[in-house]
């Protein structure tokens, strides 16, 4: 009898950690750019949309289209790192100035938080943004910015500020997905 109430003891523990397992990743799906050399997680439903001059991969929600995630990816001179273009905070404040609020776009752009995280030989910037539009919009964004193979990749998630409480949870674990060769 104890052995057969032990069985469905492991049973029933063996099947609730592999839903947590599951429940990580679960609503996403995996992006791959094996030429550029990143790849990220992104919501399952969304869809790519092209844009000629602008970022290299954009996708956006299908029922919230301005909900969307982007890489963008700029050379960077040398053979500088993440830390030699500075902190998270300087690296923020300069992206706020020329990504996400440049002159003359009418947008106003507030850092939240910087951060810094380490995968393996790889640093990230974690930055968070509270973006206000010319319409007087509000938006939020996260950004995950990495050095690698003399670029600079900028992973961008942006959501309309009513529906960040809602996303925030989902759009942080895409950003922290982000990940470059």
């Not at 954009?58 to 993440?82: A, C, R």
Request: charged letters at 15%; hydrophobic letters at 40%.
């Amino acid at each position: 009898m104890w052995k057969r109430v032990a069985a469905t003891l492991l049973m029933v523990l063996s099947l609730c950690l592999t839903g947590c397992v599951a429940s990580a990743t679960s609503g996403l799906q995996s992006y791959v750019d094996a030429t550029r050399g990143y790849q990220f997680l992104y919501p399952t439903g969304w869809l790519p949309v092209k844009v000629s001059g602008g970022p290299a991969i954009v996708f956006h929600d299908i029922i919230e289209p301005s909900e969307n995630v982007s890489v963008v990816i700029n050379p960077v001179s040398g053979n500088k790192t993440l830390s030699d273009l500075g902190t998270p905070s300087d690296v923020g404040y300069q992206l706020s100035k020329s990504a996400i609020a440049p002159p003359d776009s009418g947008r106003q752009a507030e850092l939240v938080s910087a951060d810094s995280r380490q995968v393996g030989d790889k640093t990230y910037y974690i930055l968070e943004y509270a973006v206000k539009l010319p319409n007087q919009q509000e938006r939020h964004n996260l950004a995950s910015v990495a050095v690698s193979r003399g670029k600079l990749y900028t992973f961008n998630a942006s959501t309309p500020e009513p529906r960040w409480t809602k996303v925030q949870p989902l759009l942080q674990r895409v950003v922290s997905s982000f990940s470059v060769d």
